[in-house]
């Protein structure tokens, strides 16, 4: 099969469009012809090295954990499953023509769909989805703030917490106020406007995208009893705030959420912009877009 492959971390353009072994699958995975495959964050760090701590590659390697695609091959004792099914998932080694996949994690991709559409989903839905529901375990009438609501992870927190009957407060850039209308929050703030901020009530909780000064910023405003989790780091100054529970989260493959987030986009109550559609060959590229700033998700078509 040919594959974008990593013979070292570096910038995008260690990313190689090359010929590599097809996976091997074994009792309880499927094969996966890739339809395509999602780019987020993590990839980045991974490519980059930064990440490697966590996400270490065995050279030379494939990263990715977004794809959508049809079953090209059933491995031993697999049930409910046939070849030709469209399904996505969220999983590893994404970025290839082929990709094997727990059939555990398999989600089925609604009537109605695109494939390539849901290949946006996987990372970003589950990751937001198990921010809320498990990390926080937010409940109706509750308040909950959300740092980086505009960006994929954010909003399908935002999602997520409407879903449970939260109050939900999207926290973005100055810039991106007016992007915040399509969320669905109950209301906004600008995260670099102090005044704002300080006039904030007390929350409940804080779900954080971003990390850094900025979920510092919100820290006390959580009230006493309160949780705040980060998808990447705790705050530095969490200890100031002894009374306030502060963890980090990190998602799982989840197929029961991918199928009910699914649902949803195919019901356009929720979405996850793709702003560029790029094929499998142009992954460098794709990494290189991203790091330049630009927002929405690029898809790498196989």
Request: with cysteine.
């Amino acid at each position: 099969m040919k594959a974008s492959v990593i013979h070292q971390y570096g910038g995008p353009e260690v990313l190689k469009f090359e010929d590599y072994a097809d996976p091997a699958i074994g009792e309880g995975q499927v094969l996966i012809r890739v339809a395509a495959a999602g780019i987020n964050p993590v990839d980045l760090g991974r490519r980059s090295g930064t990440m490697k701590a966590f996400f270490p590659i065995d050279f030379p390697g494939i990263i990715g954990m977004d794809v959508a695609g049809t079953i090209a091959k059933l491995g031993p004792r697999i049930v409910g499953w046939t070849v030709g099914d469209k399904v996505f998932a969220f999983a590893d080694q994404t970025y290839a023509e082929l990709c094997a996949v727990k059939a555990s994690s398999l989600a089925r991709v609604p009537d109605g769909m695109e494939l390539q559409e849901a290949a946006a989903l996987p990372v970003a839905v589950t990751t937001g989805f198990q921010l809320i529901s498990e990390a926080i375990g937010i409940k109706a009438g509750q308040t909950v703030l959300v740092i980086g609501a505009a960006g994929n992870v954010g909003r399908s927190a935002v999602f997520a917490a409407k879903d449970r009957g939260a109050t939900v407060i999207a926290a973005v850039r100055r810039n991106q106020l007016d992007a915040t209308t399509s969320l669905g929050a109950d209301s906004a703030i600008a995260t670099d406007d102090d005044e704002a901020i300080a006039r904030l009530p007390s929350l409940d909780a804080v779900a954080d995208t971003v990390a850094g000064k900025t979920g510092e910023r919100f820290m006390s405003k959580v009230k006493a009893g309160g949780v705040f989790v980060s998808t990447l780091v705790p705050p530095a100054n969490a200890k100031e705030f002894p009374a306030v529970r502060v963890g980090r989260m990190e998602s799982r493959p989840d197929a029961g959420v991918l199928l009910r987030m699914g649902q949803a986009v195919r019901n356009g109550k929720f979405t996850v912009p793709v702003s560029r559609k790029l094929p499998l060959k142009e992954a460098a590229a794709g990494h290189a877009a991203i790091e330049s700033g630009l927002g929405g998700k690029v898809l790498l078509t196989a």
